[in-house]
């Protein structure tokens, strides 16, 4: 069978990967191009356009960008149209992702999307186009489930979240050869994880990295993107206990004592490595503006959503500055708020099903062609 996969983030790259791995073992003459990054292209099939010339956060952002952003929906059409797939399989990356399944349906494709856009958080109004232009939805957090079947009476799969898996399949670092291949000393490392995007980055990695000399007795390592050079980060490099590891976040995770996460995916992450954390978020002042209208949340962070309370604490927009970052760090050191939030990470591994979603989603796919 064809399969046609559009990821456009690096998390959707992660998640593209294991469920590429998957149709391979239930396909063995799968043929698959994709859009998405290095750890899909691994795997095999043919990369049309990788995320890094995709991403962009923010609203006033992406109506800068629009022209690079309409310019690749129009390549993208023709490169699916070319290719004939039996199925167009969706991850995450709505604005683009949605427009494709719009005019995908007008010709008769099947549409199967893995990793729910989040309309319970802003734009729920996208239900109509999700129940006119998807034909199967793969949800992958406990309360989309509820929030798609009861509330909009739209049948989903829930299949557990990959993360898991992700987590699962990573292999286990030496950690005193961790530390002497990366050049780290015995300090405790804080780990430092501000984004995949470069106006994101530069953003977090100013504020995050102000509290530095306030922790002499750790050394803080800041988690590269492996769509981001390492030219790009040398200007935050500013003395020795700040530290550089470029695309082996899991390897970080897994000998780190703490960690400042932007919010996204990395804050759940971060909780099933084990690592108490403190969640940053600081957007332009138009964007931040825009959201505070639109989206309806109580928290930002995947951890505090699904535990529905806050398990982590949320630093955003002017809370996210030197002095609260400070903080809320030096708790996350002190052993009895790490036991509690230790606790709280074992309850929200439960809730989240366990490993497997990567194989119970492409079982479903491929059963659905035959």
């Known amino acids: 069978m064809k399969y046609y996969i559009i990821a456009g983030e690096a998390s959707g790259d992660l998640h593209g990967s294991n469920l590429m791995k998957e149709l391979y073992k239930k396909d063995p003459n799968a ?20 995320y890094r010339e995709l991403a962009f956060m923010g609203f006033i952002e992406v109506i800068f960008n629009l022209k690079t952003i309409l310019s690749n929906i129009k390549i993208c059409k023709k490169d699916i149209h070319e290719f004939q797939p039996d199925v167009l399989i969706f991850i995450d990356y709505p604005g683009f992702n949605m427009r494709i399944a719009k005019w995908a349906k007008t010709l008769g494709m099947k549409t199967h999307y893995y990793i729910s856009p989040q309309i319970w958080a802003w734009k729920e109004s996208r239900i109509t186009e999700i129940k ?27 299949v557990g979240h990959p993360l898991i898996d992700a987590i699962y399949n990573q292999p286990i670092v030496d950690p005193v050869l961790f530390r002497k291949e990366n050049q780290l000393n015995d300090k405790p490392i804080i780990a430092i994880l501000p984004g995949s995007r470069k106006q994101e980055i530069t953003k977090m990695l100013a504020v995050m990295l102000s509290v530095v000399n306030d922790f002499p007795d750790h050394q803080f390592v800041i988690a590269g993107a492996p769509s981001q050079e390492f030219s790009f980060y040398q200007k935050f490099i500013t003395q020795e206990n700040i530290k550089f590891i470029s695309n082996k976040t899991y390897d970080l995770l897994r000998n780190a004592t703490a960690a400042l996460v932007t919010s996204g995916t990395a804050t759940l992450e971060t909780a099933l490595f084990k690592v108490p954390e403190v969640v940053c978020y600081k957007g332009s002042w138009a964007s931040y503006q825009i959201a505070k209208r639109i989206i309806t949340l109580k928290y930002i962070s995947l951890v505090n959503l699904i535990m529905d309370e806050e398990v982590v604490t949320e630093l955003i927009q002017e809370e996210c500055n030197t002095k609260r970052i400070r903080e809320e760090l030096q708790k996350t050191l002190k052993t009895n708020d790490r036991n509690t939030l230790l606790e709280k990470y074992a309850l929200l591994e439960e809730k989240l099903g366990g490993i497997g979603a990567s194989e119970k989603t492409a079982t479903l796919i491929v059963n659905d062609l035959k």
Do not use: A
């Open 132 to 158: 006119r232009d998807i034909d199967k939805m793969y949800v992958i957090l406990p309360f989309e489930k509820k929030f798609y079947e009861d509330k909009h009476h739209f049948p989903v799969e829930f």
């Open 31 to 50: 043929t698959i191009r994709f859009w998405g990054g290095d750890l899909m292209k691994n795997v095999g099939g043919t990369l049309v356009k990788h």
